[in-house]
């Protein structure tokens, strides 16, 4: 397996939590990149995102007490502010200048947070990739929006959404609709310097079983369109349609057509282990919340599906005997996204470190 180093690129956004997830004054423990972050939202509104572990004797911020805009530890009650350095020491006068935590650059766009791991300094909260639909009152998606966990690496997660040809296999009943689905198309795939763009056309097939369940009275054969969008660090954006089979996608006539919008965000916990959010929109019978209900509920199951292969993948994956993948024609779009992956890597590392060489631990 290779190194955290090798591994983890820094400098750039992930998602971290839908902005539901924080209702309530929760103070979430979530760990990404090997980091233990606690996020909360302040009496301000705005949210915070703090290295988890105490600058004392390690204990979680996440199990302290939000004040204002602070968070106060709860073991010997060391007080921070929302950029990390502490304010109060109970039974002490002096703050040293180590008296603080790391604090991490968090911004909310379309419902969701979004973190800066690596420096800083180069945060640049207009880089987010927004996915307009999360804000745009003509696309309705779920009541709460989605997250599962994986214990999987994440590229994993980005090789299965890089070839649609396993909808026919994993997702037969669900998102598939016929094995059909894996034979009859021939994507086109564009290689960007960031991932990959991909349209697939399913002509003359039968409408997947999600589709259905929402749409009981579809004809029984649809032209089916899949484009898709996969970003670094593990952004991916995908807009589908079922129209009437003939349908002229180059004319805009809409009549019949039913389109959705996917948004799926992959976030490294660990090296084994993925935050996955994601959410699927659709653009009509807005005021009936059944159908994005049945939608929820149809897109978890599939990606339970997903969840089950890719899993028992990584599992295998780590066993001590070596393991050479042989390549196939669909694996281009992944391939392509680990090569830029890697460079990126490869680039970063040349500047910044990542992971602090001296990595020590005197209380255990
Ligand atoms: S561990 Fe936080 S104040 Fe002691
Ligand atoms: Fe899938």
Same mark, same amino acid.
């Given at each position: 397996?290779?190194?955290?180093?090798?591994?983890?690129?820094?400098?750039?956004?992930?998602?971290?939590?839908?902005?539901?997830?924080?209702?309530?004054?929760?103070?979430?423990?979530?760990?990404?990149?090997?980091?233990?972050?606690?996020?909360?939202?302040?009496?301000? #509104? $705005?949210?915070?995102?703090? *290295?988890?572990?105490?600058? =004392?004797?390690? !204990? +979680? %911020? &996440?199990?302290?007490?939000?004040? /204002?805009?602070?968070?106060?530890?709860?073991?010997?009650?060391?007080?921070?502010?929302?950029?990390?350095?502490?304010?109060?020491?109970?039974?002490?006068?002096?703050?040293?200048?180590?008296?603080?935590?790391?604090?991490?650059?968090?911004?909310?766009?379309?419902?969701?947070?979004?973190?800066?791991? #690596? $420096?800083?300094?180069?945060? *640049?909260?207009?880089?987010? =990739?927004?996915? !307009? +639909? %999360? &804000?745009?009152?003509?696309?309705? /998606?779920?009541?709460?929006?989605?997250?599962?966990?994986?214990?999987?690496?994440?590229?994993?997660?980005?090789?299965?959404?890089?070839?649609?040809?396993?909808?026919?296999?994993?997702?037969?009943?669900?998102?598939?609709?016929?094995?059909?689905?894996?034979?009859?198309?021939?994507?086109?795939?564009?290689?960007?310097?960031?991932?990959?763009?991909?349209?697939?056309?399913?002509?003359?097939?039968?409408?997947?079983?999600?589709?259905?369940?929402?749409?009981?009275?579809?004809?029984?054969?649809?032209?089916?369109?899949?484009?898709?969008?996969?970003?670094?660090?593990?952004?991916?954006?995908?807009?589908?349609?079922?129209?009437?089979?003939?349908?002229?996608?180059?004319?805009?006539?809409?009549?019949?057509?039913?389109?959705?919008?996917?948004?799926?965000?992959?976030?490294?916990?660990?090296?084994?282990?993925?935050?996955?959010?994601?959410?699927?929109?659709?653009?009509?019978?807005?005021?009936?919340?059944?159908?994005?209900?049945?939608?929820?509920?149809?897109?978890?199951?599939?990606?339970?599906?997903?969840?089950?292969?890719?899993?028992?993948?990584?599992?295998?994956?780590?066993?001590?005997?070596?393991?050479?993948?042989?390549?196939?024609?669909?694996?281009?779009?992944?391939?392509?996204?680990?090569?830029?992956?890697?460079?990126?890597?490869?680039?970063?590392?040349?500047?910044?470190?990542?992971?602090?060489?001296?990595?020590?631990?005197?209380?255990?």
């Amino acid at each position: 397996m290779r190194s955290v180093d090798e591994m983890f690129l820094w400098n750039c956004w992930y998602a971290a939590a839908w902005e539901h997830e924080l209702e309530g004054g929760v103070k979430l423990a979530r760990t990404f990149l090997e980091k233990p972050v606690v996020i909360y939202q302040g009496d301000s #509104g $705005d949210y915070v995102a703090l *290295d988890d572990r105490c600058c =004392h004797r390690a !204990a +979680p %911020l &996440s199990m302290g007490r939000v004040e /204002g805009d602070c968070i106060r530890c709860m073991y010997h009650g060391m007080k921070y502010g929302p950029d990390g350095v502490c304010i109060e020491i109970p039974g002490q006068d002096t703050i040293g200048p180590n008296h603080r935590v790391r604090r991490y650059p968090i911004v909310s766009k379309g419902n969701l947070l979004w973190i800066w791991m #690596g $420096d800083p300094e180069l945060a *640049d909260p207009d880089e987010i =990739h927004d996915f !307009a +639909p %999360l &804000s745009d009152s003509n696309w309705r /998606g779920f009541e709460k929006e989605s997250y599962l966990h994986y214990d999987a690496n994440w590229l994993l997660i980005v090789d299965n959404l890089a070839d649609f040809s396993h909808l026919a296999f994993v997702h037969t009943n669900t998102l598939g609709g016929s094995e059909d689905y894996a034979f009859v198309t021939h994507p086109e795939v564009d290689k960007h310097d960031d991932g990959f763009s991909i349209v697939r056309w399913s002509r003359n097939d039968a409408p997947a079983p999600y589709h259905l369940k929402v749409n009981p009275d579809a004809p029984a054969k649809v032209d089916r369109r899949n484009t898709v969008r996969m970003h670094t660090p593990g952004l991916f954006f995908m807009e589908t349609l079922f129209a009437p089979v003939g349908w002229n996608a180059d004319g805009d006539d809409f009549e019949g057509v039913k389109q959705y919008r996917n948004c799926q965000y992959m976030t490294p916990e660990t090296r084994t282990t993925t935050h996955f959010f994601w959410n699927y929109l659709h653009n009509y019978r807005l005021d009936d919340p059944a159908v994005s209900a049945s939608l929820q509920a149809s897109l978890l199951e599939g990606f339970m599906e997903d969840k089950v292969i890719i899993e028992a993948q990584q599992k295998l994956l780590e066993m001590e005997d070596p393991f050479a993948p042989r390549g196939l024609a669909g694996d281009v779009s992944l391939a392509h996204f680990r090569r830029v992956w890697e460079g990126m890597i490869r680039t970063e590392r040349e500047t910044y470190p990542g992971v602090e060489r001296k990595v020590g631990n005197p209380l255990l």
